[in-house]
């Protein structure tokens, strides 16, 4: 089922103040691991095993610097190094416990998109990770929104075709579903590693190197519930929700973190499969697709970036 390519596993967000922080930390729920020597922060799920998967880093802007890919072994990482360089994408090596602690050697390049992909194999287990022995369902009570895990993200800009080509011919990912434009070209594609309705998806935009929204999961309808609570009572800007995507099926919420940078809380999306037929939409029934209760989409989701 897996070919290579096992998930998204570390991503690194531009972010403006403490606050920020404060709000991945105790309204998101993520677990904060600590810092670096240059005073990024690094946070993880609480069902996650890597020693962290987001790391914040203060600057002017918000945005996305970089996303990671979890690969199955350093010859798998190898060989895709050496076949995204024969693709036309040049690699630069990023040595092991240079920037992120825990961390093997990873590589970096640009997609078409204008966005930066990395790629690695090793990282060390978290100090505090799902239990093994006779496990509860956590270790400790999950706070706030009560995030699981990173778990994808949206991005924006142009070639989308070029790309997805890319992910799918090198990386063997698939894409259980996509929009067509009339002349059948993809107007945007959602992409999966494995059983996922998604991990990585991408829409046409013609500025480069822009980030709709990263994802985290939580546990249920529920829990999407409990977000929205939440926001309200932190006055935090919600942008869509909650609702439910007839793309993915997934339940979701989305809505504006301090700095600006947009963040979905997900639940559910089906089980997709490299066999079956892929789903497709074509751009009068997007709206539809994207949020199957309100059937239309709102400005703000459709044109506001980091």
């Known amino acids: 089922m897996l070919s290579g390519v096992l998930r998204a596993g ?48 203060k600057a002017e802007s918000p945005g996305l610097d970089y996303v990671a890919y979890k690969v199955d072994s350093p010859e798998t990482l190898e060989r895709l190094k050496d076949e995204t360089e024969k693709w ?13 602690p825990g961390y093997g050697k990873r590589y970096s390049f640009v997609i078409p998109t204008g966005h930066t992909i990395q790629m690695f194999a090793e990282v060390e287990m978290a100090e505090r990770h799902p ?38 011919e090198v990386w063997k990912m698939y894409a259980p579903e996509v929009v067509k434009l009339s002349d059948g070209k993809h107007f945007g594609a959602w ?22 929204h990263v994802a985290f999961r939580l546990e249920d309808w529920g829990d999407i519930g409990h977000a929205a609570d939440l926001l309200a009572f932190h006055d935090l800007r919600l942008d869509v929700g909650p609702t439910r995507h007839s793309i993915t099926r997934g339940k979701t919420i989305y809505f504006w973190e301090p700095s600006g940078n947009r963040i979905e809380t997900f639940a559910g999306g089906y089980e997709a499969y490299p ?23 709102v400005d703000s989701f459709m044109n506001v970036v980091t």
């Not at 105790?26 to 890597?50: A, C, P, S, W």
């Open 10 to 57: 570390l991503i690194q967000l531009r972010v403006l103040d403490y606050r920020t922080v404060d709000f991945y930390d105790n309204i998101l729920g993520l677990q904060r691991v600590g810092e670096t020597e240059d005073g990024r922060i690094m946070f993880k799920g609480y069902d996650e095993f890597h020693h962290h998967s987001v790391v914040l880093r």
């Open 191 to 212: 992409l999966s590693c494995g059983m996922k309705a998604h991990d990585l998806a991408i829409i046409e935009y013609d500025r480069p190197n822009s980030l709709h």
């Open 275 to 297: 066999d079956h037929p892929q789903r497709y939409w074509d751009m009068d029934h997007v709206p539809r697709g994207i949020f199957y209760y309100e059937r239309y989409l």
């Open 88 to 100: 036309g994408f040049p690699c630069t090596e990023i040595p092991a416990n240079s920037d992120n």
């Open 131 to 168: 239990q093994i022995e006779n496990p509860y369902p956590w270790e400790e009570a999950p706070k706030g929104m009560r995030a699981q895990l990173f778990d994808h993200l949206l991005l924006y800009g142009p070639n989308v075709h070029e790309t997805e080509r890319y992910f799918c």
